[in-house]
């Protein structure tokens, strides 16, 4: 196989109305240097055919089901021909013709960098959160992540850079997370490799976010992002440790619930009272049942 840069990795789910958008930011058609694959995880929006038929030189695989976005990036990972890999939500695009490049040049210049994101951008210009200094529960877990090189913990999984045979010796993004903490146990992982986790400035992607998640009810998607975060721990904490976090979580969200309860006929904003009333019911009902078994 002729080696190239880069291999980028687009894993879409219904949206089909931004995968055309992202695909065009690539220059597809003016670097010979990168290839690009899309994993379509059975979107019923006409999203896989569009791409068929409208970007030939994609490498596109159609899944017969939602496979989850880890086992969708992991598909194609024996067929990258890349020195990197570069991840890409569908509902990003890049802002301008260079940013893979600087990514790259970044990574050939810091060997220390395992994994890197990029800065991400909101579609009014804001600054998009992406950078986290600390895993969830880490204040809990001081002896578990002794040891650790770099300050940054991790990066939004949304667009980031790494080297394709470091991500092939650790196996890949974990399959048990199907959508949420895939990114965060994935910079772990990299970084009890030896490396560090870095921060691409210079290279700029906008990110609208939550696209493939809009057909779901919000107390459905923090169900989801709390069955992944106990995951995470359950890989990387010892039990003690979690019977601490989860102690803490209930505890947090019993009072979260009264106190929003209370204060709910005084509220000005109901519905974004309404919305934190969802999200810890939603982190209450899913930690109960794992409370009550008493195991990890």
Known sequence: MVPLDVSIIVVTYNTADMIGMCLDSLGLDTDPFREVFVVDNASADGGAEMVRNRYPRVHLTVNKENRGFSAANNQVLPLCRGRYLYYLNPDAKLTGPGVVEECVRFMDANPQFGLAGTRLINPDGSLQESVSWRYPGQKFAI?????LKGKIACVLGASMIARTDLIRRI???????????????LCLRVRR???EIGYIDDAVVLHY???????SLPAEVWKKKSTAVYLF????YLPETIARIRRAD???????LLTLKLTMPFTRDRAQAEGKRTKYRAIYETLKPLNSEGGN
Not at 171 to 185: A, K, P, S, V
Not at 209 to 215: I, L, V, W
């Open 143 to 147: 002896s578990e992540m002794e040891g």
């Open 233 to 236: 721990y359950r890989k990387h």
């Open 209 to 215: 976010g939550g696209r493939s998640e809009r057909q």
């Open 171 to 185: 196996g890949g993004f974990d399959e048990e997370f199907t959508l949420y903490g895939e990114d965060q146990d």
């Open 250 to 256: 209930l505890c947090k969200a019993r009072f979260r």
């Open 193 to 195: 490799e030896g490396y």
